[in-house]
């Protein structure tokens, strides 16, 4: 069994004393991150990227931190959700359907624990499903030629853009403005200058962590001031902890069910933890139909969302693994991590760079364990976190933020264009113009005009060599699908009764 | 509707001056079959198409703050990008200080308040970039060093 024997050898990179200390402090920051309304785990993860960086972190730790965070915070949004009605961050919207009811019936205790629970259901058994998968996926990545890895691309933008947007011309927009970023710079085959009108700080190209930090963490400034900085009060008190063993044995189909839906969606590129949450608790209602007291505190209405958005986590880490395309906002941040290491995600990753893959596999695991602890037993510790004031919290974000970028490259320049991206996120995120595939576009820009001139290089100038095998007809085919099936969908099924699903933080 | 519309104008403009752009860009004669203008003019083609596309179908109005907010966010940008200029000549604790106790001014008009979160964040932040993190900062003004 080649798997177990990667699966130990992972562990064995993995269980250092440093490694651990430093998933403890990612699963710790995490669930703050998600918790506290407004940072999700794109900016959780955002914002960490530089500082990991400038702490000389090798591959293996900067990642076993970073996705720490990253499952962190799919744990922490379910906090805010059931005890303030508010997500802590995008994928945990559903939670708060059951899960404040349930609060305000005096059970925000056990929604804690139910939630925790599933959470931990969800990411174990996705993380499961990844060491299986990505295996296989990255095999068959190996019949990728440019002109499939072209389709690729084009299918996340699609995907991203058709299901998890509401109005497809922006998603393109927003695409369309990330990859017309992702051109500044020097031409990689002619070595001449794009789009740099002259200035010397814009030949290297835009660096993507400046607009990831910009759009995720500088706007949401704004978006505070605008909010006149509500404080989170916390309306429900929160008891003992005792665990409610009735309702975790009524609800493990339910977790099944939902971390199977989550995974899923989780695979699919672009579509995302909000969409595996969604799904999940949909799902869940239509099967369990009236038996169900859903909307007014049913303890599997929280545990549906929990195991969908956290399983949902786990599948994004296998398209993002083998072929290097995130299958949501967050991977996407992973993503330009992983780059800033210099590691190209795909499938010669597994053969080149096994230690890296599997330490992180091995660290999902650990970090998954640490985190039920944490988030079960030792959950009143973040709700206190909870009472961190705006006027404190966005201050501390945006000093990071600066301090991050300015550690990275030391240049005043990235500090102001930082800026600007934080006021271009707050007028897109006004417009409802999606943020997550402008990261996408500056991050995979290059790799796919590469990819599509070196099939052009191939095929000597012939355009149709773009659909001349099977997988990149079908790859084609679900880009499409992706893009206008929303179209009419939409008109079929109903509305969500919560507020439209937005991909910015997930 | 206005704003989708002014929005979408701003792309179309922005996508036609995009592709003049592309235009201007120095081919080699060692390129490759697609050369470097190819994809850039694919970008700003599809731009162009979803910028009209949102002049012809506008989504509804957002709800944009009043004019008050509006100040309050233009002297957050100044305070920021004023920020972005003195980290490097004035080191970390002062500049930081100040824009900190300013950014939570913004959010909340509470003077003392907005004065202690700045110097706190500012010392404590420097201690743990500092000796936690182990970050390079600079402390003080260069002159005031010695």
């Not at chain 1, 992702?182 to 010397?200: H, K, V, Y």
């Not at chain 1, 608790?281 to 169900?292: D, Q, T, V």
């Not at chain 1, 897109?428 to 796919?448: Q, Y």
């Not at chain 2, 390129?31 to 970008?43: E, T, W």
Request: charged share 10%; with cysteine.
């Amino acid at each position: 069994m080649d798997t177990i024997s990667n699966l130990v050898m992972g562990f064995g990179v993995a269980l250092t004393p440093f490694t651990l200390l430093l998933a403890v402090v990612g699963c710790f920051l995490g669930t703050i991150f998600g918790a506290l309304p407004g940072l999700g785990p794109a900016n959780g993860v955002a914002i960490l990227i530089p500082v990991a960086f400038t702490m000389g972190l090798d591959a293996t730790q900067a990642l076993v931190l970073l996705t720490s965070v990253y499952y962190g915070t799919m744990y922490g949004g379910r906090i805010s959700s059931i005890l303030l009605n508010i997500p802590g961050d995008e994928p945990a919207m559903m939670t708060t359907l059951d899960g404040f009811p349930m609060a305000r019936q005096g059970r925000a205790g056990d929604a804690l624990v139910i939630s925790g629970v599933a959470s931990f259901v969800g990411s174990f058994l996705s993380t499961v499903g990844l060491v299986v998968m990505a295996p296989l996926l990255a095999s068959i990545a190996y019949l990728f030629g440019p002109a499939e890895y072209f389709a690729l691309y084009l299918l996340a933008f699609c995907t991203l853009g058709g299901v998890a947007s509401k109005n497809q011309a922006k998603a393109a927009v927003a695409a369309c403005l990330g990859l017309g970023i992702a051109m500044i710079g020097l031409d990689n085959s002619t070595g001449l200058p794009r789009f740099t009108g002259g200035n010397m700080h814009l030949m290297d190209g835009i660096d993507f962590l400046v607009a990831i930090v910009g759009l995720f963490a500088i706007s949401e400034i704004f978006i505070f001031i605008e909010s006149h900085g509500r404080d989170s009060a916390i309306g429900v008190t929160l008891g003992k902890l005792t665990i409610p063993w009735k309702d975790l044995k009524a609800s493990t189909g339910t977790m099944l069910r939902g971390t199977g839906i989550g995974f899923v969606s989780g695979v699919l590129p672009g579509a995302g933890a909000s969409l595996g949450s969604f799904m999940a608790y949909m799902a869940e209602k239509s099967i369990l139909g009236s038996r169900g007291r859903f909307g007014q505190g049913d303890p599997r209405g929280v545990a549906a969302p929990e195991a969908g958005n956290n399983a949902a986590a786990g599948g994004a880490m296998v398209p993002m693994l083998t072929l290097g395309v995130p299958g949501s906002g967050t991977t996407a941040v992973m993503l330009a991590l992983l780059l800033t290491l210099n590691i190209t995600p795909g499938p010669l990753l597994f053969k080149e760079r096994p230690e890296v893959v599997w330490g992180l596999i091995a660290s999902l695991f650990i970090a998954n364990v640490v985190l039920l602890i944490m988030n079960v037993p030792l959950v009143k510790l973040f709700v206190r976190v909870l009472m961190i004031p705006a006027w404190v919290l966005l201050p501390m974000v945006t000093m990071i933020s600066f301090v991050g970028i300015y550690s990275l490259s030391g240049s005043t320049f990235d500090l102001l264009l930082m800026v600007v991206f934080g006021v271009l996120g707050y007028f897109l995120r006004k417009l409802d113009v999606p943020t997550v595939p402008v990261i996408l576009g500056i991050l995979l820009g290059s790799n796919m005009e590469d990819s599509l001139r070196r099939a052009m290089v191939i095929s000597d100038g012939d355009w149709t060599f773009l659909f001349s095998s099977p997988i990149a007809i079908g790859l084609w085919i679900a880009a499409i699908a992706g893009f206008v099936a929303p179209l009419f969908l939409r008109g079929v099924l109903k509305k969500p009764p919560v507020p439209v699903m937005d991909v910015n933080e997930d | 509707m206005a704003s989708d519309r002014i929005f979408g104008l701003v792309v179309v403009i922005s996508a036609l001056a995009y592709l003049a752009g592309a235009f201007q860009i120095q081919t080699s004669f060692l390129s490759d079959p697609v050369g470097p203008r190819v994809f850039p003019m694919m970008i700003a083609v599809v731009g162009l198409l979803c910028g009209l596309t949102m002049l012809w179908k506008p989504d509804a109005e957002p709800e944009w703050p009043p004019l008050p907010v509006w100040l309050k966010m233009a002297v957050t940008v100044v305070i920021l990008t004023a920020y972005a200029y003195m980290l490097a000549p004035l080191g970390f604790l002062i500049p930081t200080a100040l824009v900190a106790a300013g950014v939570s001014y913004m959010i909340a008009p509470q003077p003392a308040k907005a004065a202690l979160t700045g110097v706190a964040l500012s010392v404590g932040l420097f201690v743990l970039f500092k000796y936690a993190l182990g970050l390079g900062l600079v402390a003080l003004p260069k002159a005031m060093m010695g």
